[in-house]
């Protein structure tokens, strides 16, 4: 395992911003991956994951099962995550849309391009994305219709559903659209619920990764099937909203098959105390994803679900 | 005198007993509402305080010559309410910048609702006029930002607000994702005006803005006024833009006042380290031109924007 610094960035008056990669194995012996960890500083499940694949690579490298080359990088904005932010302290620019990046651009845009510059030339990419809202997920490969996307390196994670979707204009500056450009087939792993630590998810998303390091021959080790991956595209998701604000009571886990007619969740006047609405299934399916802080807004996605058609 | 309506256009409830909610101060012809209607709109960045107060200018005019009214002029000094209330850029709880999440959806999060809600109200506008203060580290003049491809219906119209520089820009995917884009993709003709600098307000600024507001009312026909006599913007066709990016972190000291002419060579300001004593760096200008942008907040990374001049070829 080789410790390598991706980029020191120096601040006025704190210490400097050092983002740390990861190396293991040779690219000489087979294919590359990198994997990136928070961008966020809310990723704190991202990191988890990252950091403990560290430690399992290492072993593995001592084992000699390591037969391509994997960088991983756990932390990119360890600024905010050593201030319980989100995003970039100063100016609140989000890391994760300043891609490609831009070396002679604003201190976000050149941080991004540093990171970039670090993860050319690998075969296979994975993002570890939180969420972008007050929701949880089940753990779920997000991959966007750019015209480079890899399906095939998708359903080697073998994780239970591949949500394929075209790509909004915000994307377009994210990292996964951009490394796809650059002819890394990249993919995002979205799990967890931002701020904490989920540990069913992380082992999931931790088995799916050592699966495809071993399907695509970056490891030399025997894994499990995973999923046979259901691809999801957005007319699959019914979405339910919260017909009212208040306090919100899930009563099912995310993951949760469900029948149509089956309560889902309630919610009570914040104040009152007054049972204001039921949240019913209008469909059967799997509870995939669902708002996970106590109090709700009008109209917020409470629950979604995947159907089969 | 006569009072503009008031209106609530858009309204969700919080989780808490409250209600998030946009406002318009809605002015209409004695003879009563018309089709044809312009909608002037601040505060999508809840940080972004200088087009509130031209709404209060153009209001205070509007109430003291109600006659003048030819058409619907609606009012929406504050489209982030929450944030605008809060010092707080984004749309609370979410930390989503508003401007990146046109035009909404009904099936989405606050933030795209909320977007869509300002979409719906202000669908049917001939004109829109979105104004923004800079972010509170840059300081601008007052300027309209325009992408290449609106330039043929836009420019003309920018001319008539009495502003000090017209930019066209090149398109760019994410810019697809704001207010503008929307509401120009919908036929709204939509200029975004930027000037001053965030969380603060410069009165001549309101002013300059406020008398091009009320010369293009009275030339597209809005307001039964003669037209007034407005500066003509430079135009960034005819020449080109540096960017100033600080080279190392530090604090930056202006050595020059923001809106000056300046030429290649001279000091724009200073890096200065306040524990060693040190000056780190001079940002020195790159081309002649005028400091349009300076940059307002002092601490700078690597990287930090501190200042744009824009020269005129040749």
Redesign the interface.
């Known amino acids: 395992m080789k410790r390598i610094e991706i980029l020191n960035f120096k601040s006025p008056n704190r210490a400097p911003l050092i983002v740390e990669g990861f190396l293991f194995g040779e690219e000489s012996k087979g294919p590359s991956l990198a994997i990136v960890g928070a961008m966020s500083g809310d990723h704190i499940n991202q990191l988890y994951v990252a950091s403990h694949l560290v430690e399992y690579l290492r072993q593995k490298e001592e084992e000699g099962k390591i037969s391509g080359k994997i960088l991983v990088i756990p932390a990119v904005n360890t600024y905010a995550l050593n201030m319980g932010q989100t995003f970039w302290p100063l100016d609140k620019t989000d890391i994760n849309m300043m891609f490609p990046g831009y070396a002679q651009g604003e201190t976000t845009q050149r941080i991004a391009a540093k990171l970039f510059e670090s993860l050319q030339g690998y075969d296979y990419g994975v993002i570890l994305e939180g969420r972008r809202d007050q929701g949880m997920c089940l753990p779920y490969v997000k991959i966007i219709k750019s015209d480079y996307e890899d399906m095939e390196s998708a359903r080697d994670l073998g994780m239970r559903f591949i949500h394929y979707r075209p790509y909004s204009p915000i994307e377009t500056v994210m990292l996964q659209y951009n490394w796809q450009l650059w002819g890394t087939k990249a993919l995002s792993v979205v799990f967890g619920k931002n701020g904490v630590i989920d540990h069913n998810a992380s082992s999931e998303v931790q088995g799916a990764l050592v699966r495809l390091m071993s399907k695509r021959g970056i490891l030399d080790l025997p894994v499990f099937d995973g999923f046979q991956s259901n691809i999801i595209q957005p007319e699959n998701i019914t979405i339910l909203k919260a017909s009212y604000a208040g306090i919100f009571d899930s009563l099912l886990p995310c993951g949760s098959a469900i029948e149509k007619g089956d309560i889902l969740g309630r919610i009570t006047d914040a104040l009152s105390g007054k049972k204001l609405e039921k949240i019913i299934a209008p469909v059967g399916g799997v509870l995939t994803c669902q708002y996970s802080y106590p109090l709700i807004f009008q109209n917020s996605i409470a629950f979604r679900i995947a159907s089969v058609e | 005198m006569s009072m503009g309506v008031i209106e609530e256009v858009f309204s ?6 409250e209600q ?1 909610r946009i406002q318009r101060c809605r002015y209409i012809p004695k003879s009563g509402e018309t089709l044809k209607r312009i909608s002037i709109v601040s505060g999508i960045h809840g940080d972004e305080l200088e087009g509130q107060y031209v709404c209060f200018l153009l209001g205070e005019w509007l109430r003291a010559n109600s006659e003048k009214i030819k058409a619907t002029i609606d009012i929406y000094p504050a489209i982030n309410s929450l944030g605008i209330d809060s010092i707080t ?2 749309v609370p ?4 910048d508003l401007n ?1 999440i046109f035009p909404g959806s ?5 933030p795209a ?1 909320i977007a869509d809600g300002v979409v719906n109200a202000m669908k049917g506008s001939e004109i829109a006029i979105d104004i923004h203060s800079s ?1 509170i ?1 840059l300081r601008e003049i007052p300027q309209v930002r325009i992408a290449k491809s609106q330039a043929k219906t836009l420019v003309p119209l920018a001319n008539k607000l009495n502003i000090d520089f017209v930019w066209i820009h090149d398109a760019v ?5 704001t207010f503008a884009h929307a509401m120009n993709t919908l036929g709204t003709k939509t200029l975004v005006v930027e000037m001053g600098v965030g969380m603060r307000l410069g009165k001549a600024y309101g002013h300059q803005l406020l008398d091009g507001i009320l010369n293009l009312m009275a030339e597209e026909g809005f307001l039964d006024i003669a037209p007034l006599d407005v500066r003509m913007p430079i135009q960034s066709e005819i020449g080109e833009v540096a ?1 100033l ?1 600080a080279s ?4 930056f000291v202006p050595a020059i006042e923001h809106c000056q002419m300046i030429q290649k060579g001279d000091i724009v300001g200073q890096i200065v380290d306040p ?1 060693s004593g040190v000056t780190l760096d001079e940002v020195i200008a790159p081309i002649g031109g005028i400091l349009f942008t300076l940059r307002a907040y002092p ?7 501190v200042g744009r001049i824009f020269g005129e070829n040749g």
Do not use: A, H, M, W
């Open positions: 969700i409830d919080l989780p808490v007993g998030f850029r984004s709880f979410y930390d989503v990146r009904k099936n989405d999060f606050l609702q972010n580290f995917t994410v810019l697809e994702s960017y990016n190392c972190p530090g604090l524990l601490i700078v990374y690597e990287g930090s924007l």
